[in-house]
């Protein structure tokens, strides 16, 4: 079993950056894919990021490649989500996610955190 808690979120102007961390418990954390998903107001919960079990591979939504970086250290159960050159639409609460593979498809990831709001303003 994991337990996934989020932090990092916050307010920050657009052209800024802001870094998540996901903290895992278990020593299974090794184990799992990780994925970033984010839910802003109004509208539904989209994929932004996910990595592979090593790390050794990473996935991103068109709407954030080349600007938002996700990494993990599973010596520390901890993965994350660099987020630069943000722009207001990156206004949402972010979500991560463990499951077996690496996708963006919400369903297959099987364990979730709480969420942490991020706040882009003009």
């Known amino acids: 079993q994991v337990q996934l808690v989020e932090s990092g979120g916050g307010l920050v102007q657009a052209g800024g950056s802001l870094r998540l961390s996901c903290a895992a418990s278990?020593?299974?954390?090794?184990?799992?894919?990780m994925g970033w998903f984010r839910q802003a107001p109004g509208k539904e919960r989209e994929f932004v990021a996910a990595i592979t079990w090593s790390g050794a591979n990473t996935y991103y939504a068109d709407s954030v490649k080349g600007r938002f970086t996700i990494s993990r250290d599973n010596a520390k159960n901890t993965v994350y989500l660099q987020m630069n050159s943000l722009k207001p639409e990156d206004t949402a609460v972010y979500y991560c996610?463990?499951?077996?593979?690496?996708?963006?498809?919400?369903?297959?990831?099987?364990?979730w955190g709480q969420g942490t709001q991020v706040t882009v303003s003009s």
């Open positions: 278990g020593r299974t954390f090794g184990n799992y894919a």
């Open positions: 996610a463990a499951g077996i593979r690496a996708t963006m498809i919400q369903t297959e990831y099987r364990y």
